[in-house]
């Protein structure tokens, strides 16, 4: 898949859920590679801040971005909506330091955004692959988060609370398509009991019972009922027993637990790269998810490139006869076996190095090495596959080369290895030439790459 922005720009307005004043928030389209970036237009100079995990500098009843004096706070549900809808570039400009609550979810961001639709660029999508276990648990409150590998993103949450109205709850999406009609529009969640200390802290000035769901779990005076009605701006209310205070009912039975999982996905979202993995979740809430998004985060940016998956038990998409009826190699310098990955800008292909290799006899008998250059001949060999793939005929064109840049060998490749090779375009084909930037695999560790330039021939 390609990268995706917005087709066109769509505002938001509403009051902050915290500071309790109008906001605007527009979001409009970016180039490829931008990233989700948050500017504050009220400010001079309008300085931008990346949505990345490491920007956050506040986790307090929701997710605070800043860079330098900017910053902007509540934005996970837009980040949320973001997220499920693919979009990996996109510049919010926001007229203060905080987003608009609307309606406490993140409907209102993925309903403009199918309204206004996504444009596909031509740059390809970086997801980040989860390939092995990866587990995070914050001591001080017991609460965890695990990834593990799976083919697309799905995540599954728990929340417990020690409350007679919200028992235990569980909540699952298990496809990004879902998110619409299975998570946007769980609100968001408060306890009476919390309200005042929230209040005194300066917190949920905006919050009222058309964007929050609120719970009355625990008996209160009157008289402090009152209070907090008068600090909040509403009429008195008489609370006589336990439950959900709010006059339209829940949405589901598990909202809060939706709602949850909504705020998780927000979180993730800052990792920066959308993830192949699924996510399993203990009681989340924002510092945990914000400490687990900087760890994955950190492994993201010191992995320059991720491996291929290589299953071995799925058939190649093109085998050694389709490639031979491709290139004109042959024995002994036919050196890739298989194609396992392939599409307009992209190629993977196998390379089984076995000891009989004929070029093991002198190099060197006594430890056997492939030659760089030949781990660079695989290479080039991958991407003649790549631009012959879609020709007519071809097997009437070759492919040779015109320069090699960048050569850097990392590991040895010797017998028993499985080199994979993974060759990407640079750039268009431009007048027969291809310019190619390959890796090469053993296992998740790099041990070969190069940029090189080829040109497509017909065969006299």
Known sequence: MNQLTLKDSFTVEGKTLHSGVEMKATFKPAEANTGIRFKR?????????????????????????????????????????????????????????????????????????????????????????????????????????????????????????????????????????????????????????????????????????????????????????????????????????????????????????RHKLMDLIGDIALVGRPLKGRVVAIRPGHTVNNKFARMLRKEVKHTEIQSPVYDPNKAPLIDINGIRSMLPHRYPFLLIDKVIEIDRRHCVAVKNVTVNEPFFQGHFPQEPVMPGVLQIEAMAQAAGVLVLNYLEDADKYSTYFLKIDNVKFRQKVVPG?????????MTEIRRGCAVVKGYGFVGEKIVCEAEFMAQIIKNK
């Not at 290895?417 to 375009?425: E, H, K, P, Q, R």
């Open 41 to 257: 237009i009220d400010l001079e100079g309008e300085p931008e801040i990346p949505a990345l995990a490491e920007k956050v500098v506040d986790t307090t009843r929701g997710t605070v971005i800043a860079q330098g004096e900017a910053r902007v706070s509540t934005i996970e549900h837009a980040m949320a909506a973001l997220y499920a809808a693919g979009i990996d570039n996109c510049v919010v400009e926001v007229n203060g330091p905080e987003m608009p609550i609307l309606d406490g979810s993140a409907l209102h961001y993925i309903e403009n955004i199918e309204r206004v639709g996504v444009k596909e660029l031509n740059e390809e999508k970086d997801y980040y692959i989860i390939k092995s276990k990866t587990k995070f648990r914050d001591e001080e409150t017991g609460s965890s988060i695990t990834i593990y590998p799976d083919d697309g993103f799905s995540v599954e949450v728990m929340v417990e609370y020690n409350s007679p109205v919200l028992p235990n709850q569980f909540a699952i999406l298990d496809n990004l398509a879902d998110f619409h009609k299975k998570v946007a529009s769980a609100r968001t969640f408060v306890f009476v009991r919390e309200i005042e200390a929230l209040l005194q802290n300066g917190l949920i000035k905006g919050g009222d019972l058309e964007n929050a769901i609120v719970i009355y779990d625990q008996p209160i005076s009157q008289e402090k009922i009152n209070q907090i009605c008068d600090v909040v701006g509403v009429d008195h209310v008489e609370l006589k027993n336990v439950g959900y205070i709010n006059p339209t009912p829940l949405k589901w039975d598990n909202e809060p637990a």
């Open 417 to 425: 290895n499985t080199l994979l090779l993974n060759v990407s375009l």
